[in-house]
């Protein structure tokens, strides 16, 4: 639809955690912004039209910015957890703290989701 290409990655016996979290983190061929914008094509076009009208936004800039906001907010709890494991973890943090960070973090989304153990975070990160 959008001429983006990816490639899909089987897992096998004897893969790390770390290549299977990748794995899962591969799932989904679409990226989340594309998803949203399938969902909602033109439903926020008041929301556009004031951000062209008081930022230096173009329109097609302004476009990006509320699709991206949306996809941000669109993100499943899990989708939430694999991706911020991998950005705390690409800054240097090490397991223990990533996942108490994660903890801390989940109930100040829009919509929080259950408490979570941090067995779970680590299910949903690891498998």
Same mark, same amino acid.
């Given at each position: 639809?959008?001429?983006? #290409?990816?490639?899909?990655?089987?897992?096998?016996?004897?893969?790390?955690?770390?290549?299977?979290?990748?794995?899962?983190?591969?799932?989904?061929?679409?990226?989340?912004?594309?998803?949203?914008?399938?969902?909602?094509?033109?439903?926020?076009?008041?929301?556009?039209?004031?951000?062209?009208?008081?930022?230096?936004?173009?329109?097609?800039?302004?476009?990006?910015?509320?699709?991206?906001?949306?996809?941000?907010?669109? #993100?499943?709890?899990?989708?939430?957890?694999?991706?911020?494991?991998?950005?705390?973890?690409?800054?240097?943090?090490?397991?223990?703290?990533?996942? #108490?960070?994660?903890?801390?973090?989940?109930?100040?989304?829009?919509?929080?989701?259950?408490?979570?153990?941090?067995?779970?975070?680590?299910?949903?990160?690891?498998?």
């Amino acid at each position: 639809m959008f001429g983006i #290409e990816t490639t899909r990655i089987t897992p096998t016996k004897g893969h790390s955690a770390r290549n299977r979290a990748g794995f899962l983190q591969s799932r989904s061929s679409t990226p989340q912004y594309l998803r949203v914008l399938e969902h909602r094509p033109s439903s926020h076009d008041d929301l556009v039209d004031h951000l062209v009208r008081s930022t230096a936004l173009q329109r097609g800039e302004a476009v990006r910015v509320v699709l991206d906001v949306l996809a941000y907010f669109d #993100e499943t709890t899990e989708e939430f957890v694999r991706r911020r494991h991998r950005e705390l973890q690409s800054g240097g943090a090490v397991n223990a703290e990533i996942f #108490e960070r994660i903890a801390a973090e989940l109930p100040h989304r829009a919509v929080a989701p259950p408490e979570l153990s941090l067995r779970q975070l680590r299910r949903m990160v690891y498998g």
